[in-house]
């Protein structure tokens, strides 16, 4: 008998790409799986495509590219991205990562009249993809002027609270009125 070893063909996964975008909507993220000897795509096979530590498969195609369109649902800031091949018995694993910017959501906000409390309706943006305003908070700055140039104080920051249906983009911020007499 022969003993035969069958040695598995190194990758390479590049071309790693993502778009920065705002919390709550997609993103694209997609990268392309080389044969690591002869540079060739790999056709056919599953990437993982990460978004902050979570996987999105998606299936190489002739061109060895594969993409996904992951909901952000992290709070602003900078974002980590990847793409990584789990390999299989003829080629090894490999995985590639990267930075997104994500953005605070456009919002808008409309004051509640209530007289011992200081509060906001917040609204999302209608960008086609509304989402959970959980992870919003609003700043109140206080001034003795009606023009707010010069703010006295600040309350804040006062988490959003989902006015009851997750995912519709609307929220209220509220909080009890400071004591004014200092004002």
């Given at each position: ?96 990562s990267g930075e997104i910017t994500v953005t ?21 943006a209608d960008d086609g993809t509304l989402g ?51 004002v």
């Open positions: 008998t022969t003993d035969v070893e069958i040695t598995r063909r190194p990758t390479i996964v590049d071309q790693l790409q993502a778009a920065d975008t705002q919390y709550s909507d997609p993103t694209t993220i997609s990268a392309r799986l080389r044969d690591g000897t002869d540079s060739s795509p790999i056709a056919g096979v599953e990437l993982s495509l990460e978004l902050d530590g979570v996987g999105t498969p998606g299936l190489t195609g002739a061109d060895g590219v594969a993409g996904a369109q992951p909901i952000v649902e992290a709070p602003a800031g900078a974002l980590t991205v990847g793409a990584s091949f789990a390999g299989n018995e003829l080629y090894e694993p490999e995985a590639v605070s959501e456009d919002a808008a906000l409309s004051w509640n009249a209530e007289p011992d409390a200081l509060s906001v309706a917040v609204t999302e959970d305003l959980g992870q919003a908070a609003v700043t109140f700055s206080l001034a003795q002027r009606a023009d707010c140039a010069e703010p006295v104080s600040t309350v804040g920051p006062v988490p959003v609270v989902d006015d009851g249906t997750p995912g519709d983009g609307a929220g209220t911020a509220s909080t009890p009125s400071p004591d004014r007499a200092g």
